[in-house]
């Protein structure tokens, strides 16, 4: 049974820093594209990164390049998403995805076989 744990979450001030963990059981983990999106109030679902298995390749969604950073922990079967300098609207339930390919460079949610129950981030102004 494979299963996806989100941790990390919390309520930081704007200019802060937060790091999520996702934490992957079952044997998928190391040769899975691994992603992250996030859901704000009343918004559609938002590709935030995703990372290749033996991450070599990343890509961003254009509204957290250059404040985020994902990576990969294969011997702790865990991916990471370092976020600086938060925004008000970076506030959102952040969810991890494992996914065997990609597609629309990693924003396409159809590819994802598995999705963690999500982790709220809430960034004050």
């Known amino acids: 049974q494979v299963q996806l744990v989100e941790s990390g979450g919390g309520l930081v001030q704007a200019g802060g820093s937060l790091r999520l963990s996702c934490s992957a059981f079952?044997?998928?983990?190391?040769?899975?594209?691994m992603g992250w999106f996030r859901q704000g109030p009343g918004k559609e679902r938002e590709f935030v990164a995703v990372?290749?298995?033996?991450?070599?390749?990343?890509s961003y969604g254009d509204s957290v390049k250059c404040r985020f950073t994902i990576s990969r922990d294969i011997g702790e079967s865990t991916v990471y998403l370092q976020m600086n300098n938060l925004k008000p609207e970076d506030t959102a339930v952040y969810y991890c995805?494992?996914?065997?390919?990609?597609?629309?460079?990693?924003?396409?949610?159809?590819?994802?076989?598995?999705w963690g129950q999500g982790t709220q981030v809430t960034v004050s102004s």
């Open positions: 995805a494992a996914g065997p390919t990609i597609s629309a460079g990693g924003h396409d949610t159809t590819t994802y076989h598995y």
């Open positions: 990372i290749s298995w033996n991450g070599g390749s990343l």
């Open positions: 079952g044997r998928i983990f190391s040769r899975y594209f």
